[in-house]
């Protein structure tokens, strides 16, 4: 096919294979109906299910049909959400971020819900959030007539919770179930969950779960021909030129030739890519699209595929010197996982998985990649068969040779759970780095984050010093300061209180102005025995920032440990709903100590239930437990149960009991002998 007048994308009338946008609005047709039906559900109903095949146009309905009809003086949108697992770990600023500084209890799902919602947060704050948490930090919103606005959420491709991967299922319930407090806690809440028809059957069994009776569902079909007609024209309107009525009949005939006879449909994802080579290949001048024009562009389901292998040839040409083998390949490499499915990658500063940033900028301004802000993936998922074919044999598991490819390809052995392939390939990216000390320093911290999560923490934190050391040669302080905190943590997880209080206080004085230093710090302080001094610290950075949660959280527990319920108390309601299993079981221990209980003493016990199943070696929360017990049993500290948990306090070691709480943990553990 020649190329003809229609290239510039400033002028193209047609998306071609991504999603719609909403800023693309003013060029999507066919679906008003669909899209006034869907807004008035979302906003009618605690939970609205969109399903339909790959194809029929799910993301784009949302994205430029629905949300330019919402009203803002009357709804309460928040940024439509994704919770693909992505990487291993959460990406600031083009780096990974070290493990060791972000809370225990790390929800990838909750956090990449969190992330679209708040981009602009601190990701160590958002992932000590609960979905219910950071939905109650929001100020809450009225319309013109004093009413509460509802609060609509969406998430798009919630197949992404149902991926195959046994050992992310924990993550997926635990995702659910914050959903499902998130809804019964404001009943304000509108959520939309689009989700493909062959994982429907999955995400049903939540909806009675998540909304109980007050959920609706919605299949979004192939256009009609009507729809199809609106589609094809509607956007060239105001363009200059017009299609002849043979010329859309054309299409429609040859869009809908597989369709089951009286319901003739034509998918959109094809739609759009026969309409995108049409325009394309229409001579200068041109004022009527005619049949001649449109010829057999659609008469087979292959425009996906042709269209494909156009866009390729096209980057190919420009920027490989023509070699469209070498780009297909790292095509199906780099962005189709084992499962045969799309998978996201981080663009990295200049090259990304061994290809030149310009290569994959080229891709995206051609509608074959699509990229969100530090990720990228292909536009759409019918474009995975089309370059498996024309790449031909092609390992989805091997990895290439450039240190930012094993990097990589290291990330998603780790997301998947693979230490030892993970390993294998950050060290051989290491071997090869030569000279980059950015890359390098990535490096380091991939190493050190495996390192943390097998425990060998002396390993992590060698990494992360290199690490940090290289970061600071290249004056990228804020990434120094993240590393400072992680080896902090570290050291404590080490036992070694009196190393972290005397690196942190090193580190504060240095990068005054990052407070999640400050925090640790108090953390590090409060282990090596120095409570008032801790609660103090923390504090002040309470008054440079009100809302950090994780300084709420931490003078909430120190407070509970000093027996200051009543403040403790008002620290840890603030900061809920809680997450950690320490601060968890800090609030039931305060609950429980004030005289007049706020809490059934039930909803105590459960509490501390469920710290004590989550951190089965905390000795903070076993003391706690113990404390608590004290107080149920009518101080009577002869009970088997308040010496058993004091002995487990004494015992555990993830975290161990601070240095002032060792005391009274032993003489509760002894209390009651002869």
């Given at each position: 096919m020649n190329r003809g007048s229609g290239g510039s994308a400033a002028h193209r009338p047609y998306v071609g294979l991504r999603a719609f946008r909403a800023d693309d609005a003013y060029r999507f047709f066919g679906r008003a109906r669909a899209a006034h039906d869907l807004a008035a559900h979302w906003q009618a109903n605690r939970l609205t299910i969109l399903h339909g095949p790959s194809g029929a146009g799910k993301t784009s309905l949302l994205q430029a049909g629905v949300l330019p009809l919402l009203d803002p003086e009357t709804t309460d949108t928040l940024p439509v959400g994704r919770v693909s697992y992505g990487s291993a770990f959460p990406v600031v600023d083009g780096a990974i971020y070290p493990a060791a500084a972000l809370p225990p209890q790390h929800n990838p799902h909750v956090f990449a819900l969190l992330t679209a919602w708040a981009p602009n947060e601190s990701p160590a704050r958002l992932a000590g959030l609960t979905l219910e948490g950071y939905l109650r930090s929001r100020p809450a919103r009225q319309d013109p007539y004093g009413d509460p606005m509802p609060v609509l959420l969406a998430i798009d491709q919630a197949e992404e919770l149902f991926d195959g991967f046994t050992h992310r299922q924990v993550y997926r319930e635990w995702f659910l179930d914050q959903l499902k407090r998130a809804l019964e806690a404001d009943r304000n809440l509108r959520l939309l969950m689009c989700v493909r028809d062959d994982h429907l059957a999955s995400i049903m069994p939540y909806g009675r779960k998540l909304a109980a009776n007050d959920h609706r569902r919605l299949r979004l079909d192939a256009f009609d021909p009507d729809e199809a007609r609106e589609a094809i024209t509607g956007p060239v309107r105001g363009t200059g030129r017009v299609y002849d009525r043979s010329a859309v009949d054309r299409l429609l005939s040859d869009l809908a030739a597989d369709s089951p006879p009286g319901d003739r449909r034509a998918e959109p994802v094809r739609l759009q890519a026969a309409c995108s080579m049409v325009w394309r290949s229409l001579p200068p001048g041109v004022r009527t699209i005619t049949e001649a024009h449109v010829g057999d562009i659609a008469a087979t389901d292959k425009q996906v595929t042709t269209y494909c292998e156009l866009m390729v040839r096209e980057v190919a040409a420009a920027h490989?010197?023509?070699?469209?083998?070498?780009?297909?390949?790292?095509?199906?490499?780099?962005?189709?996982?084992?499962?045969?499915?799309?998978?996201?990658?981080?663009?990295?500063?200049?090259?990304?998985?061994?290809?030149?940033?310009?290569?994959?900028?080229?891709?995206?301004?051609?509608?074959?990649?699509?990229?969100?802000?530090?990720?990228?993936?292909?536009?759409?998922?019918?474009?995975?068969?089309p370059i498996l074919q024309a790449a031909g044999p092609v390992d989805l598991s091997a990895s290439g040779s450039d240190p930012d490819d094993l990097l990589g390809s290291a990330e998603l052995a780790l997301r998947d759970r693979d230490l030892e392939q993970a390993k294998t390939r950050a060290r051989a990216a290491f071997d090869r780095v030569r000279g980059d000390r950015r890359l390098e320093a990535e490096i380091h911290t991939f190493l050190g984050n495996i390192a943390h999560q097998e425990q060998e923490y002396a390993s992590s934190i060698d990494h992360y010093l290199r690490a940090a050391e290289l970061f600071e040669s290249l004056s990228a302080f804020d990434a120094v300061g993240r590393l400072l905190v992680?080896?902090?943590?570290?050291?404590?997880?080490?036992g070694r209180s009196d190393l972290a209080v005397e690196e942190l206080n090193i580190a504060q004085g240095r990068y005054s102005h990052d407070l999640s230093i400050k925090t640790a710090f108090a953390w590090a302080l409060w282990h090596d025995g120095a409570p008032a001094l801790a609660r103090d610290t923390v504090t002040d950075v309470l008054e440079q920032d009100g809302d950090a949660h994780d300084a709420l959280q931490a003078r909430g527990e120190f407070l509970a440990s000093m027996g200051e319920s009543e403040a403790a108390f008002a620290d840890l309601e603030r900061a809920g709903p809680l997450q950690w299993p320490s601060t968890k079981a800090a609030h039931a221990l305060a609950a429980a100590r004030?005289?007049?209980?706020?809490?059934?003493?039930?909803?105590?016990?459960?509490?501390?239930?469920?710290?004590?199943?989550?951190?089965?070696?905390?000795?903070?929360?076993?003391?706690?437990?113990?404390?608590?017990?004290?107080?149920?049993?009518?101080?009577?500290?002869?009970?088997?149960?308040?010496?058993?948990?004091?002995?487990?306090?004494?015992?555990?070691?993830?975290?161990?009991?601070?240095?002032?709480?060792?005391?009274?943990?032993?003489?509760?553990?002894?209390?009651?002998?002869?």
């Open positions: 490989l010197d023509g070699d469209t083998g070498r780009l297909l390949s790292w095509l199906a490499r780099t962005f189709v996982t084992q499962l045969v499915t799309r998978r996201r990658v981080r663009v990295r500063e200049n090259v990304t998985v061994g290809m030149d940033n310009a290569i994959v900028e080229a891709l995206v301004r051609r509608d074959i990649l699509l990229r969100d802000a530090e990720w990228c993936e292909l536009s759409h998922d019918r474009l995975i068969q992680g080896m902090g943590w570290l050291r404590l997880a080490q004030l005289a007049e209980a706020p809490e059934p003493a039930s909803a105590i016990r459960e509490e501390i239930r469920e710290a004590l199943e989550d951190a089965p070696d905390s000795g903070p929360v076993w003391l706690y437990s113990a404390w608590i017990n004290l107080v149920q049993a009518e101080h009577d500290p002869a009970d088997e149960t308040i010496r058993e948990h004091a002995r487990r306090a004494l015992k555990a070691r993830s975290p161990a009991l601070p240095r002032h709480l060792r005391d009274e943990a032993r003489r509760l553990a002894a209390s009651g002998d002869r």
